[in-house]
């Protein structure tokens, strides 16, 4: 399996067999795992990380499977300086590339700016993040978590809950997961369900506690502050009530189910405390996960140690 | 002075002329048509079996002078409305200053006398500065020479403002142009809603954000019986509305753009931002029933919304960029598509391109090819293939989703007033 010089800006992108080949490869990782010592086998190779949105998580994980590997990272914190300067995101990407990085990997709020810049540049490019579109790396890690509880993915119920009409985590895992078999639901208020839902494969829900019974893997979305203020929801609180993970609906989720959530968790919002603690929870998983899907991306799409 | 124009095929769907034969000019205007004859009188051209129409009129254009002359000026975008076999446009009316006095359209129209090519008829602003809030100097600019009102770019989102200009240009007889989007229902949306928005992750307008408008507008004209026009329709719910208004008989007219009857959302796929435009492209139900509702005559015309922008405003994020494509040049040649297609005839579209919008206005010396009438003319070549390349446009601007199409037929001459100012060989002549 090849994926050396590819770009990855959607689960469109990848093969089915492709990734069972990533979770596979992340498998072993782990199992294998030599703690955080840096592998000489990357080292002499460099990525540029190019967040145009504010991100802790993802930035911080990228960093880590990058030195995991050996790899130079430059750390360019967009977030500030082209736009401000009247640059433009092409002409910014053309001119890290000029710095002749390995591939990188981009953040960006517009959907659409990953897919654009990698038909711009010769090197890799790796989504971490754009708009509503996409995440395809948390797609990823999240597809691991499941796969290495269940040690499968088909025919698992997933259930997707809050805001999906803004959630590029949601868009990604409903391609990723629907690819490898898996039946995905997805539950919120009819006001952040996308249009047409329906025909992107899903089955649509508002009624969370008639749901949450049948659900392999109950995946909590992160609610933006910015709903309530713009007609989305009429409160958080309210929303809460509704669509919260809370300690009584705990009750109604099965034994054996894995609790989600892309992070940082709003507390009190989608996922109580008390949810939290529960050995179902694997939010902090993910991401351990996520460092070793990612460490695996990076060494696959940037192609052979040097 | 005096010109001929010898071997065409005389074409005007509204007379049912279609005939081998030759127009005669004499002092800017027709002074005969000859069916199946020939003449040589004053300066002959030979069309050489060709077609020749009435001059193309369009009823929407920006122009963007004054205030953004990099990307177009009224002497470019004369040229490009030549080039495409237009003789007489309406330029809109969001420059910079907004044309909402009779001293911004006086400087229009200056600029007009010193670089325009073909006829330009400026477009007066509804509200000063078009905020929404005051009505313009409507009086002065009409006086100056608007034919029309628009806040085109920005619906008037004040019905009673909508209600007392409607009334109010009753004294004139010219027409409200309304841009249809309820910019609520727009927020902060760039793409039309529906599936392709769902998936690709764009921010989506729902085609009610045009439908609420387009019925809120025409229950306004029925009350105050003034003229309405609804500008570049892109939904289906919107053509019902209009088809119930005329059924109705009310003084209600609605255009399409060339790119709303070819293209649908699913090129946003690639998030090239040269589909981006306001309102935008929808589905392929919406495209049909378009291309029906301009053949039935549900929608009368067919207008550009020409909208020149460089590319530092088109080359940026989906979200930041400009709304808007040029279109003067592709129109005649991209519309046929569809008559080749066999889902317009050819009569509605050369009609939709020349008498309709001239009624529409008012031109009444114009649209036709009968004696008395101005000598504007397109001469077409329904058999010459090209493929557009939009570095070659007349236009300041190159936005087009059209660029590499391949096209068969091309207005390949224009003339206004009996003098040619457009030959596919010489360019502009003047």
Request: proline share 4%; glycine share 8%.
């Amino acid at each position: 399996m090849n994926l050396s010089g590819r770009s990855l800006t959607d689960i469109s992108d990848l093969s089915r067999e492709e990734i069972v080949f990533l979770l596979t490869k992340t498998k072993s990782l782990k199992e294998n795992s030599r703690g955080d010592l840096p592998s000489p086998r990357g080292s002499g190779k460099s990525v540029a990380l190019l967040f145009f949105e504010p991100s802790t998580r993802t930035r911080t994980s990228f960093e880590m499977a990058a030195f995991r590997l050996g790899f130079r990272v430059l750390n360019l914190d967009a977030t500030s300086s082209s736009a401000q300067k009247g640059e433009t995101i092409y002409d910014t990407a053309k001119n890290v590339e000029a710095l002749r990085p390995h591939g990188m990997v981009i953040r960006h709020s517009g959907s659409g700016i990953p897919l654009q810049i990698s038909k711009l540049l010769k090197i890799p490019v790796i989504n971490a993040g754009d708009g509503f579109h996409a995440h395809p790396t948390q797609a990823l890690l999240d597809a691991f978590t499941i796969h290495e509880k269940f040690g499968k993915i088909s025919g698992l119920n997933v259930l997707i809950v809050g805001d999906i009409a803004h959630s590029r985590v949601a868009r990604s895992n409903i391609s990723l997961l629907r690819m490898m078999g898996a039946k995905v639901k997805v539950c919120g208020p009819p006001t952040l369900i996308p249009p047409l839902a329906t025909e992107l494969g899903v089955e649509v829900t508002d009624k969370l506690d008639d749901n949450l019974g049948s659900a392999d893997v109950v995946m909590a979305l992160r609610m933006q502050m910015e709903r309530q203020s713009s007609f989305q929801v009429p409160s958080l609180k309210e929303y809460t009530t509704r669509f919260g993970i809370t300690e009584e609906r705990l009750g109604l989720v099965k034994k054996d189910a894995i609790i989600l959530h892309p992070g940082p968790v709003n507390r009190g919002v989608e996922i109580m405390s008390v949810v939290m603690r529960d050995p179902r929870c694997q939010v902090i998983d993910q991401v351990e996960n996520g460092v070793l899907m990612r460490t695996v991306l990076l060494e696959e799409f940037l192609g052979a140690p040097l | 002075m005096s010109s001929t124009f010898k071997n065409a095929i005389l074409f005007d769907p509204s007379l049912r002329i279609n005939v081998k034969g030759s127009i005669v000019t004499e002092g800017g205007k027709i002074l005969e048509v000859l069916k199946d004859k020939n003449a040589d009188s004053g300066k002959v051209f030979d069309l050489q079996g060709q077609h020749l129409m009435a001059g193309f009129v369009d009823l929407h254009v920006h122009f963007r002078e004054p205030g953004q002359e990099h990307k177009e000026t009224i002497g470019t975008g004369t040229r490009a409305a030549a080039a495409g076999g237009f003789t007489t446009v309406c330029c809109m009316p969001n420059t910079n200053p907004v044309n909402d006095s009779s001293f911004v359209t006086q400087y229009i129209m200056e600029k007009v006398h010193q670089q325009g090519v073909v006829r330009v008829h400026p477009i007066g602003a509804v509200s000063k500065n078009l905020e929404g809030n005051a009505m313009a100097g409507i009086h002065g600019m009409i006086q100056a020479g608007c034919v029309a009102l628009s806040d085109d770019g920005k619906c008037v989102m004040n019905a009673y403002l909508v209600r007392k200009t409607l009334e109010y240009l009753k004294s004139y007889g010219i027409p409200l142009i309304e841009h249809c989007e309820d910019e609520h229902l727009v927020g902060r949306g760039v793409m039309n809603e529906g599936l392709v928005s769902s998936q690709i992750g764009l921010r989506g307008i729902p085609h009610a954000a045009e439908d609420v408008i387009v019925s809120r507008d025409i229950s306004l004209s029925e009350h105050t019986g003034g003229p309405l026009h609804l500008a570049h329709l892109s939904s289906k719910g919107a053509v019902e509305s209009i088809a119930h208004a005329k059924a109705r008989g009310l003084k209600v007219t609605g255009e399409v753009t060339p790119h709303h009857l070819l293209l649908t959302d699913e090129s946003l796929r690639t998030y090239d931002t040269s589909f981006k435009m306001a309102p935008p492209l929808r589905t392929e139900a919406d495209r049909k029933a378009l291309v029906a509702a301009l053949q039935s005559g549900v929608i009368d015309c067919i207008a550009t919304d020409h909208a020149p922008h460089s590319e530092e405003d088109k080359d940026v994020e989906f979200e930041c960029a400009a709304n808007g494509i040029v279109g003067l040049e592709t129109a005649f040649s991209t519309c046929y598509k569809l008559v080749e297609r066999g889902e317009l005839t050819f009569e509605r579209l050369v009609e939709s391109l020349t008498t309709s919008p001239a009624r529409i206005f008012k031109f009444n010396d114009r649209g036709q090819l009968k004696a008395g009438m101005l000598a504007d003319f397109a001469v077409v070549d329904l058999k010459r293939e090209w493929k557009v390349d939009s570095s070659k446009f007349f236009s300041k601007s190159r936005n087009t989703p059209f660029n590499g199409w391949d096209l068969k037929s091309q207005v390949t001459q224009t003339i206004v007033g009996g003098e040619e100012i457009f030959n596919i060989e010489k360019g502009i002549c003047l």
